[in-house]
């Protein structure tokens, strides 16, 4: 079936780096753009980046424009986040997510999202 | 990238109608059509219920429904179950190619 896993949450200390990773699954992954989204404790959602079904095309959130970056795998089905210069809110659950497609069209929904991976930015 | 506002809760009795409303501005809601609502459990993966405004992806019950009207979004859930409580969040594509949430909506089925 159609699925996406994370991993690579952890617990790390303010001003270092994280690696995250999103398997996908049960879908042709190189046609669909990714992206990643997270919710801090007790928080709403909040949008992260994006990335096109080729990879060259990228955007950020200004929360992590400049310290996060996208990218993917098409050969390997995967999808990950570097994150440098981790902050203390940055603390939240990670999500990847995939773009919508219609039988028509493409939309700028997310159908298929993850279970999280949890990361803790804390000394 | 200011967060779209909508209600922090609302609430309503089964067999009713709620509607949870989503505010913008002229730069996401009120600039295009990519307005989408999630159902997030907790535990679980966040569900997309409503996606380009007002359409419903294969599998979703035709009691949601969405719509909008200049720069605020709207999902209605008629027929209210037990089974709806959860938070919904709504988003929008913006004019800077960024995406944007609402900070969420707990609906509790009384």
């Known amino acids: 079936q159609v699925q996406l896993v994370e991993s690579g949450g952890g617990v790390v200390q303010p001003g270092r780096s994280l690696r995250l990773s999103c398997a996908a699954s049960g879908f042709t992954f190189s046609s669909y753009a990714m992206h990643w989204v997270r919710q801090a404790p007790g928080k709403g959602l909040e949008w992260l980046a994006f990335i096109s079904h080729d990879g060259p095309n990228k955007h950020y959130a200004d929360s992590v424009k400049g310290r996060f970056t996208v990218s993917r795998d098409n050969s390997q089905n995967t999808l990950s986040l570097q994150m440098n210069s981790l902050r203390a809110d940055d603390t939240a659950v990670y999500y990847c997510?995939?773009?919508?497609?219609?039988?028509?069209?493409?939309?700028?929904?997310?159908?298929?999202w993850g279970l999280g991976t949890t990361v803790i930015v804390s000394s | 990238q200011s967060a779209l506002t909508q209600p922090a809760s609302v609430s309503g009795s089964p067999g009713q109608s709620i509607t949870i409303s989503c505010s913008g501005t002229r730069s996401d809601i009120g600039a295009n059509i990519f307005v989408s609502w999630y159902q997030h459990r907790p535990g679980k993966a966040p569900q997309l219920m409503i996606y380009?405004?007002?359409n419903r992806p294969s599998g979703i019950s035709d009691r949601f429904s969405g719509s909008k009207s200049a720069n605020t979004a709207s999902l209605t859930i008629s027929g209210l179950q037990a089974e709806d409580e959860a938070d919904y969040y709504c988003s929008s594509y913006t004019l800077s190619s960024t995406w944007v949430f609402g900070g969420g909506t707990k609906l509790t089925v009384l």
């Open positions: 997510a995939k773009e919508y497609c219609s039988p028509t069209r493409c939309s700028y929904g997310f159908d298929v």
């Open positions: 380009d405004v007002l």
